[in-house]
């Protein structure tokens, strides 16, 4: 881990170049976070949200730090880099990271394309890390394990928002403490996933099968092996599902006693399929088809609704007990279990700190009511900004796919817009934080790239 510096006063060492020339830094700071300003900004996590707010913070000349758990850039998206996005490069380039790449020999991705994970990281967030701008201030491997105020819990009033941050760092075996005067949490949600369970209690049970389990978007392609001649059963009903299980088709074409079980808590399987040919987008309507074929073909099992109570190990295998048709039922003989139920944000690095939370999404109270998943999709949410993603902890925000806990309608243009606000606010730019500057239209952003039957996400 590189030295990290409590004090940086001079601004323009954070950003160097001086070909940018933007609002200068805490022009017009708000009262309750004009403490502490020779402190920097930390960014939590090295995503493409997070380094769209350091591209910004860089821009305004405001002094920051990228803390990381990984070893490079975008740790999470290196776990599903085999899948495609649903959304074009278009709305996947924060602007101004676009314009700082610009300034450099750097070769902007066609818009209209579909990028991989992989292709994200190679094509963007690695140049966009690479910039000295923000290299230097880039930390890698520092896990981040707890924040507070300085001198103060949780309960402790008096005094907190003069007080600057604490982030206790992980790093080499030691704990370092780094004092900050703003905090952007972009950590997001992945790696930590809802269990298979259709209440979302984790049991010791399942926790158990480990072994005979993946969470999230596996590399079927590449692992064919795990899954050849086995019974598979997948729980889900989103995208992620219908893909995982396309690709299980692929591997049951190839190796014919591979068993394909789907479990969904959907009142018919059909309302997974989507509007079909109906559908406004043609390839996602063609996703819904392709699955349709498959059930009909009799090349799936379908349990719906099921409501999975329990996983356990049974010989080496498993078994699935849940609710099926009014009682309780056993599936047995699962050699392998892939679990696309989504996942759930991690409070436990701010359980110092005051978070205003909404009770059902886990997402940033005020929020909530924009990205209800049972009345938007990922191109209606309204975009929002600073003054939406407010803490009772002033100086604290959390952004992009955290920010939406459990609502999978997040999309990574609407983090872009995020930040951009924040940023603004923390620069001292009241009016810029308060303008909208995103604009999607409500279809058509949204997409699935049936070249590939890999999986799709935001």
Not at 63 to 71: K, M, N, Y
Not at 105 to 134: A, F, H, M
Not at 152 to 157: A, E, N
Request: aromatic share 6%.
């Amino acid at each position: 881990m590189k030295e990290i510096k409590l004090f940086m006063t001079n601004t323009s060492s954070c950003c160097g170049a001086e070909t940018i020339k933007e609002t200068s830094c805490c022009s017009e700071i708000p009262s309750q976070l004009s403490y502490n300003l020779d402190l920097p900004v930390a960014i939590i996590g090295a995503g493409p949200v997070g380094l769209a707010a350091a591209a910004n913070l860089a821009m305004k000349k405001v002094p920051f730090i990228v803390l990381e758990s990984g070893q490079g850039v975008a740790h999470n998206i290196r776990k599903w880099q085999h899948v495609h996005l649903f959304s074009p490069w278009q709305y996947n380039i924060d602007k101004v990271a676009r314009r700082l790449l610009e300034k450099t020999n750097w070769k902007s991705p066609q818009d209209d394309l579909l990028p991989t994970g992989r292709e994200l990281i190679e094509q963007y967030l690695e140049p966009l890390s690479e910039l000295p701008v923000l290299k230097e201030s880039i930390h890698y491997n520092s896990k981040v394990v707890s924040i507070s105020r300085k001198e103060h819990d949780k309960m402790k009033t008096v005094n907190r928002e003069k007080q600057p941050f604490e982030i206790y760092i992980e790093c080499n075996h030691r704990v370092e403490i780094v004092e900050v005067r703003a905090i952007i949490d972009a950590t997001g949600t992945w790696g930590n996933p809802n269990p298979a369970t259709s209440n979302g209690v984790w049991l010791s049970s399942e926790r158990d099968c480990q072994e005979h389990i993946e969470y999230g978007i596996p590399d079927i392609s590449q692992n064919t092996i795990r899954y050849a001649n086995k019974t598979i059963a997948v729980i889900g009903g989103g995208h992620s599902a219908v893909n995982t299980l396309l690709e299980l088709a692929n591997v049951q074409n190839e190796h014919p006693r591979t068993k394909i079980i789907w479990i969904l808590r959907k009142k018919h399987v059909s309302d997974a399929f989507g509007g079909e040919e109906k559908d406004e987008l043609e390839a996602r309507g063609a996703l819904g088809t392709k699955i349709h074929s498959l059930v009909d073909a009799g090349k799936v099992d379908v349990y719906t609704p099921f409501f999975t109570m329990q996983v356990k190990s049974m010989n080496e295998q498993l078994e699935l007990i849940g609710r099926y048709s009014d009682e309780v039922i056993s599936i047995k003989e699962i050699d392998e279990l892939i679990v696309n139920t989504g996942n759930r944000p991690d409070f436990s690095i701010e359980q110092e700190l005051r978070l205003s939370i909404d009770p059902a999404t886990e997402s940033v109270e005020a929020l909530a009511p924009l990205i209800d998943p049972n009345l938007h999709s990922c191109g209606t949410v309204r975009p929002h900004g600073e003054e939406t993603l407010r803490q009772p902890e002033h100086g604290l925000y959390i952004v992009g796919m955290k920010s939406y806990g459990r609502a999978p309608t997040f999309l990574m243009a609407t983090g872009y817009e995020q930040v951009r606000s924040i940023t603004a606010y923390l620069s001292g730019d009241i009016e810029a934080s308060k303008r909208v500057e995103l604009d999607l239209p409500e279809t058509g952003v949204c997409s699935t790239n049936l070249n590939n039957t890999g999986s799709t996400c935001c």
